[in-house]
């Protein structure tokens, strides 16, 4: 999805949040800048539900929340509100508001070439940033390819690349591990 930017006045996070609850199409927020969304593919779209429905299987019991494209990331250190693919929250009792989630421990966001530049850069950088954050999933809609960033014991950050379908990645905050080959369950790529 390549976002746009909708005005050159910065908006305060109070003024954002109002406007976003009201508005006909999703908006990002970065230090007072607002950025229109544009719309996803079906391929972005499927895979995106198929990983929403497999943390949502893993979850069960857990505590854990699932939650898919319009719930949005706010990320205090950077005075940002993201919308990512999907999220995992296992943290009880949060502070967050009805519309959104600031401490989540798996964010995956589903690339294009259009995003691939603000996923792998702006995107990582502001999403290692949160220090709920396990892991940060980078998952490709043209090929089969998951780019995994965790983060180990002693808060480092790590990056392992998956491509084979049998492959197995770790979700990290549920103790539990999704197949490549079920987030592309129903995807035919070249």
Same mark, same amino acid.
């Given at each position: 999805?390549?976002?746009?930017?909708?005005?050159?006045?910065?908006?305060?996070?109070? !003024?954002?949040?109002?406007?976003?609850?009201? %508005?006909?199409? #999703?908006?990002?927020?970065?230090? *007072?800048?607002?950025?229109? +969304? =544009?719309?996803?593919?079906?391929?972005?779209? !499927?895979?995106?539900?198929?990983?929403?429905? %497999?943390?949502? #299987?893993?979850?069960?019991?857990? *505590?854990?929340?699932?939650? +898919? =494209?319009?719930?949005?990331?706010?990320?205090?250190?950077?005075?940002?509100?993201?919308?990512?693919?999907?999220?995992?929250?296992?943290?009880?009792?949060?502070?967050?508001?009805?519309?959104?989630?600031?401490?989540?421990?798996?964010?995956?966001?589903?690339?294009?070439?259009?995003?691939?530049?603000?996923?792998?850069?702006?995107?990582?950088?502001?999403?290692?940033?949160?220090?709920?954050?396990?892991?940060?999933?980078?998952?490709?809609?043209?090929?089969?390819?998951?780019?995994?960033?965790?983060?180990?014991?002693?808060?480092?950050?790590?990056?392992?690349?998956?491509?084979?379908?049998?492959?197995?990645?770790?979700?990290?905050?549920?103790?539990?591990?999704?197949?490549?080959?079920?987030?592309?369950?129903?995807?035919?790529?070249?």
């Amino acid at each position: 999805m390549l976002a746009q930017v909708v005005s050159n006045l910065a908006l305060t996070e109070t !003024e954002y949040l109002a406007q976003e609850q009201t %508005a006909k199409e #999703r908006h990002e927020y970065v230090a *007072g800048q607002v950025f229109a +969304m =544009a719309g996803a593919s079906k391929t972005h779209n !499927e895979i995106a539900l198929n990983l929403a429905v %497999a943390l949502r #299987r893993l979850s069960q019991g857990s *505590g854990c929340r699932v939650f +898919m =494209a319009d719930m949005k990331l706010r990320i205090s250190q950077r005075n940002s509100y993201y919308y990512p693919d999907v999220l995992l929250t296992c943290e009880p009792n949060q502070e967050d508001s009805e519309y959104f989630v600031d401490r989540p421990c798996l964010v995956i966001e589903v690339v294009s070439k259009s995003t691939e530049w603000k996923d792998y850069h702006e995107k990582l950088l502001a999403y290692q940033s949160v220090s709920s954050v396990k892991n940060y999933w980078v998952v490709s809609q043209d090929r089969y390819e998951v780019t995994c960033f965790y983060r180990d014991l002693k808060g480092e950050w790590w990056v392992k690349t998956y491509t084979e379908l049998e492959q197995t990645l770790v979700v990290e905050c549920l103790q539990a591990s999704i197949n490549l080959a079920e987030i592309y369950t129903n995807i035919q790529l070249p």
